[in-house]
């Protein structure tokens, strides 16, 4: 029974203490084998994974990320192996989460607001003329069904053909159908062998797909009269093509009328009028998206309008939510006050729904003939709270003080009870009144570790989707003014709507463009409002 | 420091071990292996991934090739395929509804499919649904549209025109039977365009002019004809009555129905067998006419799409055509789904269930849905509209006017 001398570490454990005292201190930087072992173990899964996307990258030639993988592989292993370098060894996990997670969404978005990506500019140029050419290859009008068997000789594969009437012919890419008289019929009549060539069956016919399906046998000398391709590889059907690229030139030529649409820069095939071919391709537009955004009509009208009820919504969901949940944090914080845990939970329900949900029962609650509010509370009245716009504005207020304010009520009861009730005693010793208390030392005292939080809840309701999303979708709009914005549109509706939605079509580098700009309007709001909150700091 | 060696010496020996290891991996798939090693990815919805795990075993069995089924949402299949192709790491097939192929094209994500003779055995309304710019781009697999449920207890014989519809549903009304002349799910900000089509079809005001070969000429907006400003007026007149109401969302209209409290429900298949289970004794009728033309109703087509960028295009085209095409799976697909096969003989088939051959009566004469990319503009300024006429918000045939002035506008764009 050896009992530990106070100060001492107790050995509870001595195997491992006496295993761990070597490291510590007769050998530094000499580990211990098992920790050797754990690490060896862990440090082979991150390269054995490693090097498997290395060589994944490596078959699909992507240099720039297979020499950053690279380069991140070895840091990792010279990192963990060499001794020392200890805060690199605590550091490296989160800087490399750090830099996937959120140093490369933030750098790859502020790129796609320089580039023109979106519906119709979706990929490489390579992957718009494979596009536009195949979609313009149609099949020849009531041109039979070949049956077709594929052979294969030295490597390069030919189609043997039957035609409905049992004429069997033989060709490639570049060589036109010549009459095989020759081959082996099968019992329904179909050519299936020729002397000097190996048949495919299905599975190797599989195997070599990408080659086959991309073959083309012209039926003639004359390449207007079309080429064999076949979709399945047991039939092939004769197809014209209305669109052929001119590499030499970079256009795409019209084979009926020789138009030609040329690459002029705007990421796609146009032709002399400016009517341009789909699809078309991702390039870099410098600062168009941002000029855009400015400029077109269709978002500069209603701008204004919307930055400004942009800010009202969240400076009035702020100053409501923060005054309702201060209100309630003082009254439930009243030693006094029974039962104060229970209406406690209560309160923070709303704050446990997710706020998508919560505006979709909102949306059933205030509907105008249907919704509880009308029905219930106002007795049948048809009080239109979401069809009428400044009723709508008041209604995604309210549902949005209802949602917000158990948050506001949570920190303020937090910050309540962090201050020191000393205070308020010798204030009372004072004489002074609970309102001047509250005012002159409480709240100021709230302030200064609330105000950091009513600054992010004000960013947070500046970029507000879900509630608007889902209870008025930015409506009610007013289609005689043609303008596209709705009464209740914040500037990240309205920009879901422009690039998403109701607009042309989809637009990631204009969405990218005015995150960017959101964020620069919040990024100066906020640090406007954290000024300030040093301020109050230094009051102190 | 022979302790630090050590490990080191290990970990270069294992390091060497497992790219050995790699190496000897990637040869025993080299080309000699006879078997195809690839494998067809597929993206498909709950509902029809259960019956394509049968044909998907039945395929790797005859053919080889091994299909994995991707189970997603269906709502992110379009947006998740449109961005994963250019990638290269896209599948090689997925399932879609028939009005995304306009963005799908106009992204160069969807390769065309040549159904060869085949075309012939699916409804014609579904090769032209899956068509696009005279190009044919995805096997069909079934055919749905909107039609009239009628409460036969409330409103024994079915209405002739939409006139006598409301005539009837009002009588209903007044008599203390019921408590609308007629439902249909509505938004209040969007009303429902696809809904009321059929009525404003009536009135001969189609979206864009439909080409001899039943496809749409996106360029020709047809929407700003004299008969869609008759429909407006119309639309505002039956606003003021009560017969439609912008504030009935569709769990409300359906929810009424089943209660019992309206003889006539402007609805899919999809809301049936609600209705069905909840006692309701219903019928399905044609639309009834409100401007004097067959009121035709949007046909919506959901089919199976093939990747421009599949690596196994032949083998994807084989699947698809030969074994997703067949009866039996189309079939087996109508079952899980409920939706009428686009397969004419699986289409037939079916026909033994009276509602399938009852909605399929009344598509008859449906056109598909625009599958052009400019709808998503279109929808927006239509719904948006439609709810102003409504309830009132101004001159009905104004209204009217400044939408297809702005929808054609965005076209233009």
Same mark, same amino acid.
């Given at each position: 029974?050896?009992?530990?001398?106070?100060?001492?570490?107790?050995?509870?454990?001595?195997?491992?203490?006496?295993?761990?005292?070597?490291?510590?201190?007769?050998?530094? %930087?000499?580990?211990?084998?098992?920790?050797?072992?754990?690490?060896?173990?862990?440090?082979?899964?991150?390269?054995?994974?490693?090097?498997?996307?290395?060589?994944?990258?490596?078959?699909?030639?992507?240099?720039?990320?297979? %020499?950053?993988?690279?380069?991140?592989?070895?840091?990792?292993?010279?990192?963990?192996?060499?001794?020392?370098?200890?805060?690199?060894?605590?550091?490296?996990?989160?800087?490399?989460?750090?830099?996937?997670?959120?140093?490369?969404?933030?750098?790859?978005?502020?790129?796609?607001?320089?580039?023109?990506?979106?519906?119709?500019?979706?990929?490489?140029?390579?992957? @718009?003329?494979?596009?536009?050419?195949?979609?313009?290859?149609?099949?020849?009008?009531?041109?039979?069904?070949?049956? !077709?068997?594929?052979?294969?000789?030295?490597?390069?594969?030919?189609?043997?053909?039957?035609?409905?009437?049992?004429?069997?012919? &033989?060709?490639?890419?570049?060589?036109?159908?010549?009459?095989?008289?020759?081959?082996?019929?099968?019992?329904?009549?179909?050519?299936?062998?020729?002397?000097?060539?190996?048949?495919?069956?299905?599975?190797?016919?599989?195997?070599?797909?990408?080659?086959?399906?991309?073959?083309?046998?012209?039926?003639?000398?004359?390449?207007?009269?079309?080429?064999?391709?076949?979709?399945?590889?047991?039939?092939?059907?004769?197809?014209?093509?209305?669109?052929?690229?001119? @590499?030499?030139?970079?256009?795409?030529?019209?084979?009926?009328?020789?138009?030609?649409?040329?690459?002029?820069?705007?990421?796609?095939?146009?032709?002399?009028?400016?009517?341009?071919?789909?699809?078309?391709?991702?390039? /870099?537009?410098?600062?168009?998206?941002?000029?855009?955004?400015?400029?077109?009509?269709?978002?500069?009208?209603?701008?204004?309008?919307?930055?400004?009820?942009?800010?009202?919504?969240?400076? !009035?969901?702020?100053?409501?939510?923060?005054?309702?949940?201060?209100?309630?944090?003082?009254?439930?914080?009243?030693?006094?006050?029974?039962?104060?845990?229970?209406?406690?939970?209560?309160?923070?329900?709303?704050?446990?729904?997710?706020?998508?949900?919560?505006?979709?029962?909102?949306?059933?609650?205030?509907?105008? /003939?249907?919704?509880?509010?009308?029905?219930?509370?106002?007795?049948?009245?048809?009080?239109?709270?979401?069809? /009428?716009?400044?009723?709508?504005?008041?209604? &995604?207020?309210?549902?949005?003080?209802?949602?917000?304010?158990?948050?506001?009520?949570?920190?303020?009861?937090?910050?309540?009870?962090?201050?020191?009730?000393?205070?308020?005693?010798?204030?009372?010793?004072?004489?002074?009144?609970?309102?001047?208390?509250?005012?002159?030392?409480?709240?100021?005292?709230?302030? &200064?570790?609330?105000?950091?939080?009513?600054?992010?809840?004000?960013?947070?309701?500046?970029?507000?989707?879900?509630?608007?999303?889902?209870?008025?979708?930015?409506?009610?709009?007013?289609?005689?003014?043609?303008?596209?914005?709705?009464?209740?549109?914040?500037?990240?509706?309205?920009?879901?709507?422009?690039?998403?939605?109701?607009?042309?079509?989809?637009?990631?580098?204009?969405?990218?463009?005015?995150?960017?700009?959101?964020?620069?309007?919040?990024?100066?709001?906020?640090?406007? %409002?954290?000024?300030?909150?040093?301020?109050?700091? /230094?009051?102190? | 420091?022979?302790?630090?060696?050590?490990?080191?010496?290990?970990?270069?020996?294992?390091?060497?071990?497992?790219?050995?290891?790699?190496?000897?991996?990637?040869?025993?798939?080299?080309?000699?292996?006879?078997?195809?090693?690839?494998?067809?990815?597929?993206?498909?919805?709950?509902?029809?991934?259960?019956?394509?795990?049968?044909?998907?075993?039945?395929?790797?069995?005859?053919?080889?090739?091994?299909?994995?089924?991707?189970?997603?949402?269906?709502?992110?299949?379009?947006?998740?395929?449109? $961005?994963?192709?250019? $990638?290269?790491?896209?599948?090689?097939?997925?399932? +879609?509804?028939?009005? #995304?192929?306009?963005?799908?094209?106009?992204?160069?994500?969807?390769?065309?499919?040549?159904?060869?003779?085949?075309?012939?055995?699916?409804?014609?309304?579904? *090769?032209?649904?899956?068509?696009?710019?005279?190009?044919?781009?995805?096997?069909?697999?079934?055919?749905?549209?909107?039609?009239?449920?009628?409460? =036969?207890?409330?409103?024994?014989?079915?209405?002739? $025109?939409?006139?006598?519809?409301?005539?009837?549903?009002?009588?209903?009304?007044?008599?203390?039977?019921?408590?609308?002349?007629?439902?249909?799910?509505?938004?209040?900000?969007?009303?429902?365009?696809?809904?009321?089509?059929?009525?404003?079809?009536?009135?001969?005001?189609?979206?864009?002019?439909?080409?001899?070969?039943? =496809?749409?000429?996106?360029?020709?907006?047809?929407?700003?004809?004299?008969?869609?400003?008759?429909?407006?007026?119309?639309?505002?007149?039956?606003?003021?009555?009560?017969?439609?109401?912008?504030?009935?969302?569709?769990?409300?209209?359906?929810?009424?129905?089943?209660?019992?409290?309206?003889?006539?429900?402007?609805?899919?298949? #999809?809301?049936?067998?609600?209705?069905?289970?909840?006692?309701?004794?219903?019928?399905?009728?044609?639309?009834?006419?409100?401007? +004097?033309?067959?009121? $035709?109703?949007?046909?919506?087509?959901?089919?199976?799409?093939?990747?421009?960028?599949?690596?196994?295009?032949?083998?994807?085209?084989?699947?698809?055509?030969?074994?997703?095409?067949?009866?039996?799976?189309?079939?087996?697909?109508?079952?899980?789904?409920?939706?009428?096969?686009?397969? *004419?003989?699986?289409?037939?088939?079916?026909?033994?269930?009276?509602?399938?051959?009852?909605?399929?009566?009344?598509?008859?004469?449906?056109?598909?849905?625009?599958?052009?990319?400019?709808?998503?503009?279109?929808?927006?300024?239509?719904?948006?509209?439609?709810?102003?006429?409504?309830? +009132?918000?101004?001159?009905?045939?104004?209204?009217?006017?400044?939408?297809?002035?702005?929808?054609?506008?965005?076209?233009?764009?």
């Amino acid at each position: 029974m050896t009992t530990s001398t106070p100060g001492t570490t107790p050995p509870l454990a001595p195997r491992p203490a006496a295993t761990a005292k070597p490291r510590g201190v007769h050998h530094p %930087g000499t580990p211990s084998v098992r920790s050797m072992l754990i690490k060896i173990s862990l440090l082979a899964i991150v390269d054995s994974l490693a090097v498997f996307a290395l060589f994944t990258l490596l078959l699909k030639e992507s240099w720039v990320v297979f %020499g950053i993988a690279l380069a991140v592989t070895l840091a990792i292993n010279y990192i963990y192996l060499k001794p020392g370098l200890l805060p690199a060894k605590y550091l490296a996990p989160g800087i490399f989460f750090l830099a996937i997670f959120q140093i490369f969404v933030v750098v790859y978005s502020g790129y796609i607001a320089f580039t023109n990506y979106g519906d119709g500019h979706n990929g490489s140029k390579e992957d @718009a003329i494979e596009s536009i050419i195949a979609n313009a290859r149609t099949r020849v009008p009531d041109s039979p069904t070949y049956r !077709l068997t594929v052979l294969e000789q030295f490597g390069t594969f030919s189609f043997l053909v039957t035609t409905p009437e049992g004429e069997v012919f &033989v060709g490639g890419e570049d060589r036109p159908l010549d009459e095989a008289p020759s081959a082996r019929l099968d019992s329904t009549g179909k050519a299936i062998e020729l002397d000097g060539y190996t048949t495919l069956d299905f599975g190797s016919l599989i195997q070599n797909q990408s080659v086959i399906a991309d073959l083309s046998v012209p039926l003639t000398d004359d390449p207007n009269d079309g080429a064999l391709r076949t979709p399945d590889g047991s039939s092939a059907y004769l197809y014209t093509s209305a669109l052929e690229y001119d @590499a030499e030139a970079d256009a795409i030529v019209d084979t009926a009328t020789g138009e030609r649409f040329l690459d002029r820069g705007d990421g796609a095939f146009a032709n002399e009028a400016g009517r341009e071919l789909s699809p078309g391709w991702k390039i /870099d537009v410098g600062f168009d998206n941002f000029a855009r955004a400015f400029t077109e009509e269709s978002i500069r009208g209603p701008l204004l309008g919307v930055i400004a009820w942009t800010f009202a919504f969240a400076l !009035l969901s702020v100053g409501m939510t923060f005054a309702l949940g201060l209100f309630l944090a003082i009254v439930f914080n009243e030693a006094r006050m029974r039962g104060r845990k229970f209406y406690r939970i209560v309160l923070i329900l709303p704050y446990a729904f997710p706020s998508f949900l919560s505006g979709l029962v909102w949306l059933g609650l205030l509907n105008q /003939d249907f919704g509880f509010v009308n029905q219930v509370v106002f007795g049948g009245a048809a009080i239109p709270w979401l069809t /009428d716009p400044w009723l709508a504005k008041a209604s &995604v207020l309210i549902v949005n003080l209802w949602l917000g304010f158990p948050y506001m009520f949570l920190i303020c009861t937090g910050a309540l009870q962090s201050i020191p009730d000393e205070l308020t005693e010798a204030a009372r010793v004072d004489g002074a009144r609970p309102w001047a208390i509250f005012r002159l030392i409480k709240f100021p005292l709230l302030l &200064v570790s609330v105000a950091p939080l009513l600054i992010s809840s004000f960013a947070f309701n500046f970029n507000n989707f879900n509630v608007i999303y889902m209870l008025t979708g930015g409506g009610p709009r007013n289609v005689s003014a043609g303008v596209d914005a709705g009464a209740t549109d914040l500037l990240i509706t309205l920009v879901y709507k422009v690039a998403f939605g109701s607009g042309t079509g989809r637009d990631y580098g204009l969405a990218s463009a005015f995150a960017i700009l959101i964020f620069i309007i919040v990024a100066v709001v906020s640090i406007i %409002g954290f000024r300030r909150t040093r301020a109050l700091e /230094d009051l102190n | 420091m022979r302790v630090q060696s050590t490990p080191r010496a290990l970990l270069s020996s294992v390091a060497v071990a497992a790219v050995g290891a790699l190496a000897l991996a990637g040869c025993s798939t080299g080309p000699e292996t006879p078997q195809y090693s690839g494998t067809l990815t597929v993206w498909v919805d709950a509902d029809r991934a259960a019956v394509l795990e049968d044909v998907a075993a039945q395929f790797q069995e005859e053919r080889g090739v091994e299909v994995t089924l991707v189970q997603k949402d269906f709502g992110d299949i379009r947006d998740d395929f449109t $961005t994963q192709v250019p $990638t290269g790491e896209g599948p090689d097939i997925i399932v +879609g509804a028939h009005d #995304w192929l306009g963005k799908l094209v106009q992204n160069g994500v969807v390769a065309p499919l040549e159904l060869g003779d085949k075309a012939s055995e699916f409804q014609q309304v579904a *090769i032209n649904a899956m068509s696009y710019e005279g190009q044919n781009y995805g096997l069909p697999y079934s055919v749905e549209n909107i039609a009239l449920l009628r409460n =036969t207890d409330l409103a024994p014989t079915a209405p002739t $025109t939409f006139d006598e519809l409301i005539a009837m549903g009002q009588a209903s009304v007044d008599a203390g039977d019921s408590e609308y002349p007629f439902l249909v799910g509505l938004d209040p900000n969007a009303a429902d365009p696809y809904h009321l089509y059929p009525l404003q079809a009536s009135f001969g005001a189609t979206v864009f002019e439909i080409t001899p070969d039943g =496809t749409y000429d996106p360029t020709k907006l047809a929407l700003g004809v004299a008969g869609g400003e008759a429909f407006a007026q119309k639309l505002a007149e039956w606003g003021a009555m009560g017969v439609l109401n912008t504030n009935i969302s569709g769990d409300i209209a359906k929810e009424e129905f089943n209660a019992g409290k309206s003889p006539f429900y402007l609805t899919g298949p #999809w809301n049936v067998p609600a209705a069905a289970e909840a006692g309701i004794n219903y019928s399905i009728d044609a639309i009834p006419s409100a401007g +004097g033309e067959t009121a $035709t109703p949007f046909v919506g087509v959901q089919g199976f799409y093939i990747s421009s960028k599949s690596e196994n295009a032949l083998a994807a085209n084989e699947f698809l055509v030969n074994y997703v095409g067949t009866e039996a799976v189309q079939t087996a697909l109508y079952e899980v789904g409920g939706r009428a096969p686009a397969l *004419i003989s699986a289409f037939e088939a079916a026909q033994g269930d009276a509602d399938v051959a009852a909605f399929g009566a009344v598509g008859a004469n449906g056109v598909p849905m625009p599958n052009v990319p400019a709808m998503d503009s279109v929808w927006a300024d239509w719904g948006a509209t439609e709810v102003a006429i409504i309830n +009132g918000q101004g001159d009905p045939v104004e209204l009217w006017q400044a939408m297809v002035a702005s929808i054609q506008s965005k076209i233009e764009g």
